[in-house]
């Protein structure tokens, strides 16, 4: 069985794009890496061997801080482009993705948070990993820093009003999401619940939230099964057939 290293910044988990791979018969190794509120965590492993992907999820961190375990995340991810590893980013680790590989990330003037409306662009309605989600879609979002300026080779595939940098392909195995595409509904009530202070600075209320979540979650729910389905047969194929 392939196994997939996913490392998870916050109390949040790989929601339905882990059970879709678990699906497709793939072995999730999860590291809760400063997601533990008592202070306990996971350390970065040093090397991916043995693994067949990386995941890097989202998380409350800031992408530029000095904090232990970034710095051997941004080497790890350097190790999984290097190797040509499937490797895939979401929010946080999107923007990691973008620092440890040469681009630019910084705060934004203003978060983006709930459903927002992203559009591929031409390259992105091209792309097979992104067959069947479509071009105007809504996404859910919360996060306040964004990639500024992508990795040297990178290919910006979507983009929303206030975010230019909302889907990115660097090379063939690498893949990263400012948007949350893995939360389900639960998942939903947590993000509410625990991003009062976001939800604020985007002068968002909890009623405008469920008006939103209620007008676009059906959309959002199939875009966002059809694009773990999309990772887990595009990005991940060769290594399922190598785990034999």
Known sequence: MATILVLQHSTVGPG????????????????????QPNGRHDSVPTSLDGYQGLICLGGPAAPDADLPWIEPELNLI???????????????????????????????????????????????????????IPWDCPQFESHTYEVTSPPPGATILASSESCNNQIMRIGQRTFSFQYHFEVDAAMLDHFEHTDARIMEQAEITSSVFRAQALEHYEMFARAADRLCVNLATYAFPFTALTAV
Do not use: Y
């Not at 879709?20 to 999730?28: E, I």
């Not at 990330?105 to 591929?120: D, R």
């Open 16 to 35: 339905r794009l882990g059970a879709t791979l678990r699906d497709h018969a793939f072995k999730l190794d999860i590291k809760k890496i400063d997601a």
């Open 78 to 132: 350097r190790q999984a482009n290097d190797q040509q590893l499937p490797l895939v980013g979401i929010c946080l680790g999107h923007q990691l993705i973008a620092r440890a590989l040469g681009g630019e990330v910084a705060p934004m003037t203003k978060p983006e948070w709930g459903f927002e409306t992203v559009t591929l662009n031409h390259t992105g309605q091209t792309d097979s990993l992104l067959a069947g």
